[in-house]
């Protein structure tokens, strides 16, 4: 209870001190619950997302190939264990025209009172059908085409929807633009599933049964007795199989937020550590009188663990509310880079179960080190005013440890490069390699300190030779500092080359695989059925006929998959990118591995490209086999080039119009490229702009498109630069505690100057000088360390991408992190400068 006191009358006298302690430990807590609840909610975005186009079906059973079948299978797949219900529907592509106006969509058949079970309807107006020949339509869509309740529509009933009968439709009513009523932005027309099945069908068939499971049921044992049941030309599958595309693109993103996490995590301790450090050594003499006067080292140690407890359980509780306010702030920055709306805060347990062992545990453990070390300190050596520089000299064990840990962790790297460790040990590595080199710091500190005092001594002079040597008598501070400035430095600037480096990437993708002047399509491919509206392959004459038009080439996109062993069920899902290639002059595509001379041809002779993320994926090169399944029965196509693939994830094949034709079930035409000649391209965009409106289509200019995908990455950008605030905050707030501690010990020091002619201008100058030479070293080594990361991350590209995107630096980074991360440095060393400077000698000569 004594020892108690005598803590709370050192936090009385030294509210500063306290303080400074208090804040490391809020912005350590608040950091890491900001970027926890940040993940988690962009995680539920994303399966929010994918709820709403999947619904909430674990499973569904579908014909291969995309056929029909018995609807009665659904009540053999009822009496399953662990099933919930079984939802039949119909799906079919077709055309709706109103008013001369003709737009591809998709037709879906449903039960609405069944379909409730699995997808999400909410009517904006009018009701749900009654009649055989009443439908629905999501609101946005039907106001596009100007469509009102009541009003009749006419829906294409053919096979492919391009041709053939027309059935007249009354819509009864309009959805909001939310679950269901979202797919393939509204281009859905809802029918009653017997009317579906009269047209598309025949009475009693559907082409998918979707299964809801009971909570907590093992889906893979579930699909794997579904298996065993289901008659052969049937298959039971993951609905997010469709969309698993889409998800290995938000994957990517993922990592990015978990090297973030881990990052944070490794700086709230490093600066947690470094205030403890500097508390208790500031209160050094004060502990050796302790144990002048009877307290044992157990009784010392006991104590300052329990003032580190309660100190980081205040800390955790005011850091909580402090990171659900940065939270907010980094989940904007991630609406922004997926180009939507964010749902609101995802707040669980976890954020706090972490702050809880954040806030108090590591502050617990970051206080042992010096709890320890101050009580192994002798009482005459404590009362010691000035520190023995000697006391602080690096051991040959600890040299030979932190060599060690760097060797160890920079291997563990390299193994994950070249693919004999798992790639994603990789963030762990890489933030234990970015820490294990701040071990490194005291070995190096003494060189780097004196070569940067020498070549500043014409502008620092006498008051940097006095900030040199303090630096240097507090090498485990100073370490500390250099250490969270480093990492912070460092992570920004790996990061951020990676991140330009990639968004040049993207920027030359866009000019190669993209090459045209203006783009005619549809409505947009859905993700969750696989499924987009065609156009009619008649068109290409229209368009080639407009005056201007140089050429015109189609593409089509389809759903397949690939026999591989390495997938769990023997099937990696893909898209099939099926394109002519009439452009005799450029060939789009960016080929890593392969001859580009020959692709065309051997695509012509029925060879396929893949992405390199597909080829990685599958481990397969140039001129090997793939297993496609086609509907002429799984079929070995021979592979010509691997290509750089931005879209869906780069799972993707590339194959020749042809080809495709004869091996697969291709309908219409998703987007049209068109070449214009330069002085027509006004011209030709209204001749377009006319053809698309009477056809309910869309055209766009390659202007739009990379306005669109400068807007993708403007998001990545902006939040690079939130990434490098955030880091240099952190910085900032570490040379501002070490500077104010620094301070407080020199305070008779600083007095004794001042006694003997020291001006107020040089003690400033002196605390300025500390700060720039501890800065200096951090941003140094950050540059230097973030160059080296970011070339790191740039080679584990190949086992995630198949190659590695073109590295290069950006100049313009480093100036402007070396540049405001001085400013922000010297900004902190104002308020302990000032302080320095305005010392009461009486008082200071008096300090302790």
């Known amino acids: 209870m004594i020892l108690w006191k005598f803590t709370l009358r050192e936090i009385s006298n030294r509210p500063g001190r306290a303080t400074l302690t208090l804040l490391s430990i809020i912005l350590g807590v608040a950091a890491v619950v900001a970027v926890t609840v940040c993940t988690a909610t962009t995680n539920q975005a994303c399966r929010e997302m994918y709820l709403a186009l999947a619904g909430r079906a674990a499973l569904e059973v579908a014909a291969e190939g995309g056929g029909f079948f018995d609807e009665r299978l659904a009540e053999t797949i009822a009496q399953t264990p ?24 998709l037709a879906m058949g449903i039960d609405p009172e069944q379909d ?24 946005g869509f039907a106001r596009g085409l100007g469509i009102q309740l009541g009003d009749e529509v006419k829906l294409a009933v053919s096979r492919g929807g391009l041709s053939g009968n027309m059935t007249v439709f009354r819509i009864v009513g309009l959805l909001a633009p939310r679950g269901a009523a979202s797919f393939n932005q509204g281009g859905v027309i809802f029918l009653p599933l017997r009317t579906a099945q009269n047209l598309f069908a025949r009475p009693g068939q559907v082409d998918t049964l979707s299964i809801v499971l009971t909570e907590g049921a093992d889906e893979k044992a579930v699909a794997e007795e579904l298996a065993r049941r289901l008659p052969p030309g049937l298959s039971v599958r993951s609905p997010l199989a469709r969309s698993q595309l889409s998800k290995e693109t938000v994957e990517k993103v993922e990592k990015g937020l978990d090297f973030a996490y881990v990052a944070m995590l490794a700086l709230a301790f490093f600066m947690i550590l470094n205030t403890f450090l500097m508390n208790i050594g500031e209160r050094r003499r004060q502990l050796a009188i302790l144990r002048a006067i009877g ?7 006991r104590m300052l663990l329990g003032e580190g407890l309660a100190m980081g359980i205040v800390g955790t509780i005011i850091g909580i509310g402090a990171g659900l306010g940065g939270a907010w702030l980094l989940t904007r920055s991630m609406g922004q880079f997926y180009a939507t709306a964010m749902p609101a805060l995802r707040i669980t347990p976890l954020p706090f179960i972490v702050a809880g062992l954040v806030g108090p545990l590591v502050s617990l453990f970051a206080m042992f080190a010096p709890a320890w070390l101050a009580a192994k300190v002798s009482p005459l050596e404590g009362m010691r005013y000035i520190v023995s520089e000697v006391h602080h000299r690096t051991s040959p064990a600890y040299v030979f440890l932190a060599v060690s840990v760097f060797i160890i962790t920079g291997s563990v790297m390299a193994a994950c490069i070249v693919g004999y460790l798992p790639i994603r040990w990789m963030i762990i590595a890489g933030v234990v390699f970015t820490a294990a080199f701040v071990l490194l710091i005291p070995i190096v500190l003494g060189v780097f300190s004196r070569v940067l005092a020498f070549l500043l001594r014409p502008f620092l002079r006498t008051e940097g030779f006095i900030a040199h040597r303090q630096i240097l008598r ?9 250490g969270i400035l480093y990492i912070a430095v460092s992570t920004a600037v790996s990061l951020g080359t990676t991140i330009l480096n990639n968004v040049e990437d993207i920027h030359t993708w866009v000019a190669t695989a993209l090459k045209g002047d203006f783009f005619v399509r549809a409505l947009k491919q859905d993700t969750a059925t696989g499924l987009s509206a065609k156009m009619p392959e008649s068109l290409v004459e229209e368009l080639r006929a407009v005056p201007g038009v140089i050429n015109v080439d189609s593409l089509r996109y389809l759903s397949g998959s690939i026999r591989t062993p390495l997938a769990e069920d023997g099937k990696q899902q893909v898209m099939i990118f099926v394109r002519d290639f009439t452009d005799r002059g450029n060939l789009p595509l960016m080929i890593k591995d392969g001859d580009p001379t020959q692709v065309r041809r051997r695509l012509a002779d029925g060879e396929v490209v893949l992405g390199t993320v597909l080829a990685n994926r599958l481990g397969i090169g140039v001129d090997e086999e793939i297993t496609l399944e086609t509907r002429q029965g799984p079929t070995s196509l021979r592979v010509a080039a691997t290509t750089t693939a931005y879209m869906v994830g780069g799972m993707i094949v590339y194959m020749e119009g042809a080809t495709a034709r004869r091996l697969l079930n291709v309908e219409g035409v998703d ?18 702009k006319a053809i698309c409106e009477r056809d309910g289509l869309m055209v766009h200019s390659f202007a739009e498109l990379r306005r669109h995908v400068d807007r993708l990455t403007a998001g990545v950008i902006a939040g690079l630069w939130a990434l490098l605030a955030l880091g240099l905050v952190v910085g900032a707030f570490g040379i501002a505690n070490t500077l104010t501690m620094n301070v407080l010990e020199q305070t008779r020091e600083l007095a004794l100057l001042r006694v003997v002619a020291m001006t107020r201008r040089q003690v400033r100058k002196t605390i300025f000088s500390q700060a720039a030479i501890i800065g200096l070293i951090g941003l140094l080594t950050g540059l230097g360390g973030g160059l080296i990361g970011a070339y790191v991350i740039n080679l584990t590209s190949i086992p995630l991408l198949g190659y590695a995107p073109a590295f290069s630096l950006h100049p313009s980074l480093l100036v402007v992190c070396f540049g405001v991360g001085m400013a922000v440095i010297l900004l902190a060393a104002w308020l302990p400068a000032e302080r320095a400077a305005r010392l009461n000698l009486l008082i200071a000569l008096q300090y302790e």
């Open 474 to 482: 507090r090498r485990v501070r100073t370490t500390l500092t250099i």
């Open 671 to 688: 987007m049209y490229v068109l070449n214009v000649a330069p002085q027509a391209l006004d011209e030709v965009a209204g001749k377009l």
């Open 295 to 301: 307290a044992t080292r157990r009784q010392i140690i």
């Open 116 to 139: 409730k079970a699995v997808r999400d309807y909410e009517l904006e107006a009018g009701s749900f059908f009654s009649k055989k020949h009443e439908a629905l339509l999501e609101s």
């Open 82 to 105: 662990d099933v919930k219900a079984v939802v039949p529907s119909v799906q079919k592509l077709s055309s709706l025209r109103f008013e001369g106006r003709r737009v591809g969509l």
